[in-house]
């Protein structure tokens, strides 16, 4: 195994919401989405943050490895796109396999092609944030295509990889009743979906926007009520999938 290198946005070292049990979360530098609600949009540039190496990150996750073993937990690589350092990924992973620690990827699925195989087969889940089923409403709100999204959700599927789902509900833009239903219709014919996980849009990384002098075009979008939540749970669970 040869040490990479790669940019760090910032990490958390005991989250509880990037997968299960406690878990150590690396945010990696550099997205190529542009997605209108971004809660980090200083972490979109490549090549910018902290500066290090996976062996650097493995040896501060092996300090963790018995109470991510404890609790179920385990390493989550999030971002940014994490996909957009894959050499960077796979090694840390490899690494997270080695010690016998549990791994999960936090990605749009946009560069999935960059994942090959051997970075797959050191992944044991993929929290898979697909933002709109509808190709023209997905690239109003981020910018690219929809499509590679859908097919690396498809290859997770083909590999058995376990996949937890997650949507942002942005009103008036990804709450619509017949584009959940269409999500929900396209979730369901994925065997390896465990959860889905439906996150309630915030304003609280407006702040970001504003120190970076871009445009936010959101600052008048409401947080969705707990009845529009709720709702949206359902077209899920109308296919029989878990949902949080």
């Excluded at 971004?38 to 290090?52: E, I, L, S």
């Amino acid at each position: 195994m040869e040490n990479t290198s790669g940019y760090l946005h910032s990490v958390e070292s005991a989250g509880t919401l990037d997968g299960p049990g406690v878990r150590r979360v690396l945010f990696l530098q550099g997205c190529p989405l542009n997605c209108l609600y971004c809660h980090n949009p200083d972490a979109r540039p490549f090549r910018c943050g902290q500066k290090t190496d996976a062996f650097t990150q493995l040896e501060q996750i092996s300090r963790y490895r018995d109470l991510f073993i404890k609790t179920g937990g385990g390493v989550t690589l999030s971002g940014g796109e994490p996909l957009s350092q894959p050499a960077f990924v796979k090694t840390i992973f490899e690494g997270c396999k080695r010690m016998g620690i549990h791994t999960a990827l936090d990605t749009s699925g946009y560069t999935g092609w960059r994942a090959d195989d051997e970075l797959l087969s050191y992944t044991d889940l993929v929290l898979l944030d697909i933002k709109h089923i509808r190709s023209e409403n997905y690239e109003s709100l981020t910018g690219v295509e929809l499509r590679p999204t859908l097919d690396f959700a498809k290859r997770l599927a083909d590999l058995g990889i376990p996949i937890w789902l997650r949507h942002v509900l942005v009103p008036g833009y990804t709450d619509a009743p017949e584009h959940l239903a269409e999500l929900a219709a396209f979730i369901a014919t994925l065997p390896n979906i465990k959860r889905v996980e439906i996150l309630p849009f915030h304003n609280m990384g407006k702040y970001k926007w504003e120190q970076l002098g871009l445009n936010y075009r959101l600052e008048n979008t409401a947080e969705p009520t707990a009845e529009c939540v709720e709702s949206a749970r359902d077209h899920f669970r109308a296919h029989g999938i878990t949902v949080y």
